[in-house]
């Protein structure tokens, strides 16, 4: 390529990257209250690990008294250090949003630069990260193991490079890959084993090279994180245990909601045709990689590439893994398919870069970050009044038992198939957050442990309608306000479940709150 041509390629390049880059945070940006299912809980336990870590409410919070910092290597951090970290500075609601931002751009630029490291030029590929990192793992709130993922793609790139030279790694690739390897490990857990198993197979490269050496020395960057695993282990509590998949069907739900670019955003109905925004933009986003491919470097590609095994690999972990939770982790194939997918779209060989390929990748990518605005501001607009009612309804401070009743099928019927979250499961934190209440039940999936017992304060649960009298009467004495979200019929069978001990004081679009009759 000549030099001129090469400078322009990298000048448009450029351009690109900032223009999506700005429209990422334009997106993010465009609601105060992000509708991501865990992202809550998160702002509570990152709030909780900046006031027993750094001071920041210096004492006030009553955080101290009910809570305690795990003194163990969890491999689940990224998100509540994180967001601690940044609320030194800023407060807990900015801090956790900018941290959901910095996580989405990291995830995307990882991800180019992992495209880019594997196909040595330029390609309109490396921009598809902006398209699946506002897809379902932030949806479903996993803060942590996005930035885990983004961790690996560069760890895959370094491992990559050092295996191509031709003495193998050297002194500072081993250091550097020690390093992301014990990063990777307190991301999380299953970002660090896909971490692993990439390292495993490079070092078998070196091997089969004649360069045993630097394959022991490559495999024993990871030993630190398997000591801090082996000690997390030792210490660990449990949890429920192994549960298996009940049914085909729900392992086939597993498998492929990974790949959706759109989900509901249960209880409230959807400002999208999820399903064929979903089908549309797979056909698309399968359009843009096969017509690329350079079939002619397919085969060398699929001989060399030990990220294509690494693909391979998880592709088939996912397959056959019948669980569907062990210990709090819940469906672990599903944290597979997606990297499977992205790594073999990052390694297969392409052409060379197209001007017009790369105007319709940019166009898609903008044309998505879009529909997500629509989503967020029409979804934000109903959370902020689920706020505003449960702010004026429930005195601050008062004990509140919080329900999210979960959909499968969403509230009203809707074409195909769609996948959906209880987005306000954990909401009701924000309020709790708000109003200086210390005791919520927190899943103790990081480092934050819980000391006492939650009662005064304000309890989560997620039941069926069929499990809330049991759920809730029992524990009516201490909890005078119930706040239930989920579909109209269900809320209508939960005040009928809970009557005449509660009766409704304040009820809207997805949400009603109830008050102690006595």
């Known amino acids: ?77 990224a998100a509540p250090l994180g967001i601690g970290v ?7 609601e900015a801090a956790g949003q900018l941290f959901v931002v910095l996580t989405v751009l990291g995830f995307a630029i990882s991800f180019g630069y992992l495209v880019r490291t594997l196909q040595r030029r330029p390609t309109a590929i490396e921009y598809l990260g902006f398209l699946w990192a506002p897809g379902f793992y932030l949806y479903k709130g996993y803060l942590s193991f996005t930035v885990g ?12 490079r050092a295996v191509a030279a031709p003495r193998g790694p050297g002194r500072t690739s081993l250091v550097l890959l020690g390093f992301l390897g014990v990063v990777l490990y307190l991301s999380h857990l299953l970002a660090w084993g896909i971490g692993a198993l990439a390292v495993l197979l ?19 960057t990871f030993v630190p994180g398997v000591a801090l695993a082996a000690w997390y282990t030792a210490a660990e509590r449990g949890g429920p ?14 498998l492929t909601e990974t790949l959706q670019f759109f989900l509901r955003l249960d209880p409230f109905p959807p400002a999208l045709p999820i399903f064929w925004v979903n089908l549309v933009l797979a056909l698309v986003f399968a359009a843009l990689v096969v017509f690329q ?48 997918l992205l790594l073999a779209v990052a390694a297969v060989p392409y052409r060379a870069v197209r001007p017009a390929v790369t ?37 601050a401070g008062a004990p509140l038992l919080y329900l999210t009743i979960p959909s499968r099928y969403g509230c009203a019927p809707s074409p195909g198939l769609s996948v959906g979250v209880p987005v306000l499961k954990w909401f009701g934190v924000d309020h709790a957050i708000e109003t200086g209440q210390a005791r919520i039940n927190v899943e103790e999936t990081s480092i934050v442990r819980a000391d006492g017992p939650t009662a005064g304060g304000m309890t989560v649960l997620a039941p069926t309608l069929a499990e809330v009298p049991g759920a809730v009467l029992p ?44």
């Open 86 to 92: 940044l609320n030194v500075f800023l407060p807990i």
């Open 202 to 220: 490079h070092a078998l490269v070196l091997a089969r090279t004649g360069r045993g050496r630097r394959a022991l020395l490559l495999v024993a």
């Open 149 to 160: 993922l983004a961790i690996v793609f560069v760890l895959v790139a370094v491992l990559h």
């Open 241 to 254: 245990g192994v549960v298996l998949y009940s049914s085909w069907f729900d392992k086939a739900i597993s």
């Open 1 to 77: 390529m000549p030099v001129s041509v090469r400078s322009r390629v990298r000048s448009d390049g450029a351009v690109v990257w900032l223009v999506l880059s700005a429209a990422t945070v334009a997106t993010l940006y465009s609601s105060h209250f992000l509708p991501f299912y865990d992202y809550y809980q998160w702002l509570f336990q990152g709030h909780v690990v900046s006031d027993l870590l750094f001071g920041t409410d210096g004492g006030s919070s009553g955080y101290s008294g009910a809570y305690s910092l795990d003194p163990v290597p969890v491999p689940n951090l």
């Open 475 to 518: 524990v009516a004495a201490d909890h005078p306000y119930v706040e239930a979200i989920g579909c109209p019929a269900d809320l209508a069978g939960i005040q009928q479940a809970l009557a005449p001990a509660y009766r409704p004081i304040a009820q809207g679009d997805g949400y009603a709150i109830l008050r102690r009759a006595s």
């Open 293 to 340: 491919v350079d079939r002619s470097a397919l085969r060398a590609a699929l001989e060399s590439r030990p990220v294509l095994w690494l693909a391979g690999l998880l592709l088939g972990i996912a397959l056959v893994l019948p669980i569907s939770m062990v210990n709090d982790l819940i469906k672990p194939d599903e944290r597979f398919v997606l990297p499977a």
């Open 359 to 395: 105007g319709v990748t940019g166009v898609l990518v903008v044309a998505v970050l879009g529909l997500h605005v629509v989503e967020y501001v029409d979804v934000g607009q109903r959370i902020a009044r689920v706020d505003a009612a449960t702010d004026a309804s429930v005195p």
